[in-house]
Every structure is written in C-alpha cells, then in structure tokens.
C-alpha cells in the first residue's frame, strides 16, 4: 500500500489503533506538549522551547523530502488527536551511519502499548517500503520502558555506546530476520 494523503498530510501506515503522518505545521501545539514536556523528556537531554519544535518540524518536512522519511506524527485513529511522534532518523552513532527508530508520546498515554504499535509499524515501514537492511534504537539503560519496547520488537540490544555525551544501548533489528519474524507476528506483519 502507498502513502496517502489526509487532510493535507501524508499517511505513510496505519496501524489497528493509529495513523502515522507526515507532521504540518499544524501539529506545533500538540507536539509542543510532548517535547516541552519535562517529564516525557526525561531521557532526551533537554525540552524544547515552542520555537524550537517548529524547527523540528520544518527539519522533518525536509527530510521527508531528502530522506524519504524523518518523524511522522502519531495520531489516534479513534479521535483524530496527535499524542506525539514516531519515525525514522538518520543518526551518526559510534563511527557509522544508522537509521533510528525513535518516538515521542505524551504521558497521559504511556502504558497502552502506543509506542511498540508505532515503532513497530515503523520498522515495518522501514524494512518492507524502504527497502532498509537494518534499523537501530538508541536507548538510555536507565529507559527500562523503552528497552521493553525494543525487546518486544524484537531487536537486540547489541553494545552500549557514548552518543553525544550520554550512555546509550544500542537496540538493532535487521530487515530480513525482523521481516521473516513480523510474518508470524500478526500486527506487524501487515499494519494497514
């Protein structure tokens, strides 16, 4: 299935429970309760201020544009409201270029399996339409729900790095055997 337009916004998968769509610049409101958010930022070295999240998601609209992907926004299909973010990033980690998997959500939805839902939607995004071989999550070791969600996916938390000042474990997934997995996984095999 391709991407489709809603509302002026590019839906790149859908997922039982959430759409995941380019950002607009519409989405500065909700995202600023997310990345201004001490406590959804706690693992993230800093919060951002409101004009600083428009930048990122400025940066995004061109890396859609470059990349093919960047961030997208999280949406509850049931409501239509954007709880946060979930995409693909490119990162310079420990020498190499990857392809993070990386997500955002506000804290009134933690616990409802939101994140692992668009992660993996994600990674199958990554690994069935883009064509990557391999997609890594860079996780603080004190994150212990974020290594859960890295866990559930089914990557495997390979060295723990210093990336940009901070300890990091590095979580990866590659395409073939995540796909072959997902197959027999039900809601990533196919998350349209």
Not at 165 to 191: K, M
Request: hydrophobic share 40%; proline share 4%.
């Amino acid at each position: 299935m391709s991407s489709t337009e809603t509302s002026g916004a590019t839906v790149v998968v859908e997922t039982p429970r959430l759409t995941l769509r380019h950002l607009t610049p519409a989405d500065a409101d909700s995202l600023a309760a997310v990345w201004s958010d001490a406590e959804a930022m706690r693992y993230f070295p800093r919060v951002l201020t409101p004009a600083e999240v428009k930048e990122l998601i400025e940066r995004n609209l061109q890396q859609y544009r470059k990349e093919g992907h960047g961030l997208y926004a999280v949406v509850l299909r049931a409501s239509g409201e954007v709880i946060g973010d979930c995409g693909l990033a490119r990162q310079h980690v420990h020498g190499r270029d990857e392809i993070e998997v990386a997500y955002h959500l506000r804290p009134s939805v933690w616990g409802k399996g939101y994140a692992t839902e668009a992660a993996g939607a994600c990674l199958y995004h990554g690994f069935r339409r883009l064509g990557l071989n391999r997609i890594v999550a860079l996780v603080r070791p004190e994150n212990q729900p974020a290594c859960r969600v890295a866990e559930k996916l089914g990557m495997t938390a390979e060295k723990q790095v210093l990336w940009r000042g901070i300890q990091h474990l590095v979580y990866a997934a590659a395409g073939t055997a995540w796909v072959e997995r997902a197959g027999t996984a039900g809601e990533f095999a196919n998350p349209e």
